[in-house]
C-alpha cells in the first residue's frame, strides 16, 4: 500500500507506575513517564510510538511534540523510507537550535517510531521485514536481577533465577559508597555465574576517572563482557583516557544523543560497545545512523532497554549482537513477547507489532 497520507496525529503523557521501586547508583524511581504518540493515515491504518523518562513526567517533551513537531508530518505523504527520513531531517533541524539533545531526541524518536510502524502496517509486514530481516530471535541478557539496592543475597538469588531462565548474561549495578562492597558483589556473582552466561557492570556515570579507573583495574579480574557507563556519559575525552588505560570493553550510549554524539565517540574509539536507545536516539531512524556508523569502525551494538522494539533492529540489523531485559516499559503493552532459551522473538504482527493497553491509559 503505498501514497498513505498522515491525517492526524494523537499525542498522549502518560504514567506508568513499577509496582516496585528501582534503585542504580544515580536513580531511584517506581514510575516511568511515557509520552505515546499515534499517527493514523488516509488509510486507516495507526502508527504507535512512544518515548519514556525516568523522574521526570515528560511534559516539555510531549510540548516539543504537540507545538513543534506535529504540523511538520501532518498532511505529509508516508510513502517509503525516504519520506520517513525527508520528515525526520525537517524535525531534526528545526528542533536543532534550541532543543538539541535529549529532549529532540525523545521527541522525535516517538514520531519516528509511530511512522515506522505505520509505513510497516501499510505495507503488510513486521517491521523487521521492511528493514531486511536476517534472524527470527534476539539474544537477550538481564538486567533486572542486578539493581544496587538488592541486599548481595538478594542479588545471587536473583542472578542464579535468571541463569535458570536461560538469559545470555546478567548485568549489575555498581557504584556502592565503598568500593570493597563493588568488588564483593562482582565477584560473588562471577563465582556463581562460571562461564554459564555473560557478566556486564553498569555505573550509571557515577565515577570520577580516578575512581572508575581505580576500581576498573579491580573489576578486570573478573572477566566482563564490558564496564557500562562508569563516567558522566558525554565526557569523550576521559572515556578516551580511561579506555586506553583498562583492558575491560567499555560500553555507552544509553545517554548519547545526535547521531553526531555517537559518531564522536565511535571515530575516537572511546568505547567498545555502543547502546543507543530507540526511545531517545531519534527514533528507528536515527538507530540505523548509529548502527551503521558503528559498523564501519567494527563496533557491535547493544541497544539500551526497551526490548519490545530492539528485537525488531536485532533481528534486522548484523550488529546488533544482543538486546537487554529491563522491566521498564513492559506494562505498556498489552501483550508479553515470546521468550524461549535467552531469545526474544518478534511479534508475527505487522509493524512493530506492540499493542498499547487501553485499560492503563484510562487509569
Ligand atoms: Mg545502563
Known amino acids: 500500500m503505498s501514497h498513505m497520507k498522515i491525517i492526524k496525529v494523537d499525542v498522549k503523557l502518560l504514567t506508568l507506575p513499577l509496582g516496585k521501586r528501582i534503585k542504580d547508583s544515580i536513580h531511584d524511581f517506581d514510575s516511568i513517564g511515557v509520552v505515546l504518540v499515534r499517527?493514523?493515515?488516509?488509510?486507516?491504518?495507526?502508527?504507535?510510538?512512544f518515548t519514556y523518562t525516568i523522574n521526570t513526567r515528560g511534559e516539555g517533551i510531549k510540548s516539543i511534540i504537540k507545538k513543534d513537531l506535529v504540523n511538520l508530518i501532518l498532511n505529509k505523504s508516508l510513502e517509503d523510507e525516504k519520506s520517513i527520513e525527508k520528515s525526520w531531517e525537517k524535525m531534526f533541524y528545526l528542533t536543532h537550535d534550541v532543543y538539541r539533545g535529549s529532549a529532540s531526541g525523545h521527541a522525535i524518536s516517538a514520531i519516528d517510531i509511530a511512522l515506522w510502524d505505520a509505513l510497516a502496517k501499510g505495507e503488510s509486514k513486521p517491521l523487521y521485514h521492511l528493514l531486511g530481516a536476517k534472524s527470527e530471535k534476539a539474544p537477550i541478557y538481564d538486567t533486572d536481577c542486578g539493581w544496587l539496592h538488592f541486599s548481595l543475597e538478594e542479588l545471587l538469588k536473583n542472578c542464579s533465577n535468571s541463569l535458570k531462565i536461560g538469559y545470555k548474561g546478567v548485568k549489575i549495578?555498581?557504584?556502592?559508597?565503598?568500593?570493597?562492597?563493588d568488588f564483593e558483589r562482582v565477584k560473588a556473582v562471577r563465582d556463581l555465574v562460571g562461564g554459564k552466561a555473560l557478566l556486564m557492570i553498569?555505573?550509571?556515570?557515577?565515577?570520577?576517572?580516578?575512581?572508575?579507573?581505580?576500581?576498573g583495574r579491580e573489576f578486570e579480574k573478573y572477566?566482563?563482557?564490558?564496564?557500562?557507563e562508569p563516567l558522566i556519559a558525554d565526557d569523550l575525552i576521559d572515556h578516551i583516557k580511561l579506555k586506553r588505560y583498562l583492558k575491560i570493553p567499555i560500553a555507552l550510549g544509553e545517554t548519547l544523543t545526535t547521531p553526531q554524539e555517537f559518531k564522536n565517540f565511535v571515530q575516537s574509539e572511546a568505547l567498545s560497545f555502543i547502546q543507543p536507545d530507540v526511545c531517545r536516539c531519534f527514533g528507528i531512524t536515527g538507530f540505523l545512523k548509529i548502527a551503521r556508523l558503528a559498523e564501519q569502525s567494527h563496533i557491535n551494538v547493544a541497544p539500551h532497554g526497551v526490548p519490545e522494539l530492539h528485537v525488531q533492529l536485532a533481528c534486522s540489523l548484523e550488529n546488533v549482537i544482543i538486546i537487554e531485559h529491563t522491566p521498564l516499559l513492559?506494562?505498556?503493552?498489552?501483550?508479553?513477547?515470546?521468550?524461549?532459551?535467552?531469545?526474544?522473538?518478534?511479534?508475527?504482527?505487522d509493524g512493530h507489532g506492540l499493542e498499547i493497553d487501553e485499560?492503563?491509559?484510562?487509569?
Not at 549495578?173 to 562492597?181: I, R
Not at 485499560?359 to 487509569?363: F, K
Open 39 to 49: 499517527v493514523r493515515t488516509d488509510k486507516d491504518v495507526e502508527g504507535i510510538g
Open 173 to 181: 549495578k555498581v557504584g556502592k559508597e565503598e568500593a570493597k562492597e
Open 202 to 215: 553498569d555505573a550509571n556515570q557515577k565515577f570520577s576517572l580516578q575512581e572508575a579507573l581505580y576500581r
Open 223 to 228: 572477566e566482563l563482557y564490558w564496564y557500562e
Open 330 to 349: 513492559s506494562r505498556l503493552f498489552k501483550d508479553r513477547l515470546e521468550f524461549k532459551e535467552g531469545f526474544l522473538y518478534p511479534p508475527k504482527k
Open 359 to 363: 485499560e492503563l491509559i484510562r487509569a
